[in-house]
Every structure is written in C-alpha cells, then in structure tokens.
T-cell receptor
Framework: DTGVSQDPRHKITKRGQNVTFRCDPISEHNRLYWYRQTLGQGPEFLTYFQNEAQLEKSRLLSDRFSAERPKGSFSTLEIQHTEQGDSAMYLC???????????FGDGTRLSIL | QKEVEQNSGPLSVPEGAIASLNCTYSDRVSQSFFWYRQYSGKSPELIMSIYSNGDKEDGRFTAQLNKASQYVSLLIRDSQPSDSATYLCAVGAAGNNRKLIWGLGTSLAVNP
C-alpha cells in the first residue's frame, strides 16, 4: 500500500509564471483534498474531490487556482500568474469516504521569486 | 463559522513526563476527531482518530473525547524528545461534505 505521492517536492518560479502540481492518492481512496499551509498556520482548505467530481472550492481561492481529477485517480492543481503570496506548502491528502482520516503526501513547497 | 481552537503553546515538558494537549470545537454535531503530528517542514501525520465519547489508547498516546463539553484531548505518556513537534487537531464537520476543520496546532517541546 503506497502512500500519497506529490510531485514535485519543491518548485521555484518567477512571479507571473504558471505552475502545476500533481497528486497521486492512495489507490482505494475516493476522496482527494488540496490544502495550503504557511509557517505557523494549520492547513488551509483549498478544494476537494469525491471521485472525479469537485465538490467544494474554498471561497478564499482566487480564479487563478484550478484543480482537476479527470479520471477519479490522480489530481492536478494549477496556479496561474503566480504572486508572492502564493509561496507556501501545498498539501494533498486522500481518504476513503467521509468521516475517515485523511492521509497526507509530503507536500510541494512553492517559492515565488 | 465552525471553529477548532487549540492553545498555540509552546508547551514544554521534561522527558518522561505526560504531555496534555487540548482542543475545543464549536460544531455540536461533529462526528469525527483526529490528532496529527507535524514536524517542522514536513506534512501532517495521523496519530489518533476517535469517534465516540471516552478514551482511546494507542501505545503512549491516549485520545479523550467529551462531546457534551465539545473538547478532545491528547495525552502523551513518557514523553520523548522525538515527540517535539506541532500537534494539529482536526474535526470532521457534519453535513454532506464532512470536510475537516483544522486547528492552528500546539507546539510541544520535550526537554531532555
């Protein structure tokens, strides 16, 4: 049973560039979550999927952020026209159904120059 | 707004002591409760889940849930320096989506 896998582990980019992150959940998990975390804060919910359906997207999330889970397996998170404030750790988690614990990947650390 | 609150700490305990971490939540109909450990620069790691009132023990860890008082706690017995980390409380919201509501975490330092 492999865990949640995220790629890349680190991303450094210039302001204004687009970036895309990938998450591969635990294979039997139908729910997939994206979070953002900055130093000293708890995970901030961004969006989540049940199978291929995106069920909720944070109102705090600007239109520059988009996520997909096309076949109900892996997911991608894209940030367009990156800004300094986007620098954070982006975490992906998966679970088997609601009310079940979420298991996290190692995260992607994004740094905006 | 549904909230989960934790004392940010830092909580400092000597090696071998019991560390007690507390979490309160606002949504009375919450059904699932989780404790995660997060080392600096790493992602959260699940250490305990609890769904019913009372105590649940797993090794040196005990989770305690009191739904009437809306709090959940984590006890760490025989604390070790390797337990030094931030402990995050997460509560499963009721309703169709049932996403987790996260606290900001309590920083624990175990001193040798």
């Amino acid at each position: 049973d492999t865990g949640v896998s995220q790629d890349p582990r680190h991303k450094i980019t210039k302001r204004g560039q687009n970036v895309t992150f990938r998450c591969d959940p635990i294979s039997e998990h139908n729910r997939l979550y994206w979070y953002r975390q900055t130093l000293g804060q708890g995970p901030e919910f961004l969006t989540y999927f049940q199978n291929e359906a995106q069920l909720e997207k944070s109102r705090l999330l600007s239109d520059r952020f988009s996520a997909e889970r096309p076949k109900g397996s892996f997911s991608t998170l894209e940030i367009q026209h990156t800004e300094q404030g986007d620098s954070a750790m982006y975490l992906c988690a998966s679970s088997f159904g609601s009310n079940q614990p979420q298991h996290f990947g190692d995260g992607t650390r994004l740094s905006i120059l | 707004q549904k909230e989960v609150e934790q004392n940010s700490g830092p909580l400092s305990v000597p090696e071998g002591a019991i560390a007690s971490l507390n979490c309160t939540y606002s949504d009375r109909v919450s059904q699932s409760f989780f404790w995660y450990r997060q080392y600096s620069g790493k992602s959260p790691e699940l250490i305990m889940s609890i769904y019913s009132n009372g105590d649940k023990e797993d090794g040196r860890f005990t989770a305690q849930l009191n739904k009437a008082s809306q709090y959940v706690s984590l006890l760490i017995r025989d604390s070790q320096p390797s337990d030094s980390a931030t402990y995050l409380c997460a509560v499963g919201a009721a309703g169709n989506n049932r996403k987790l509501i996260w606290g900001l975490g309590t920083s624990l330092a175990v001193n040798p």
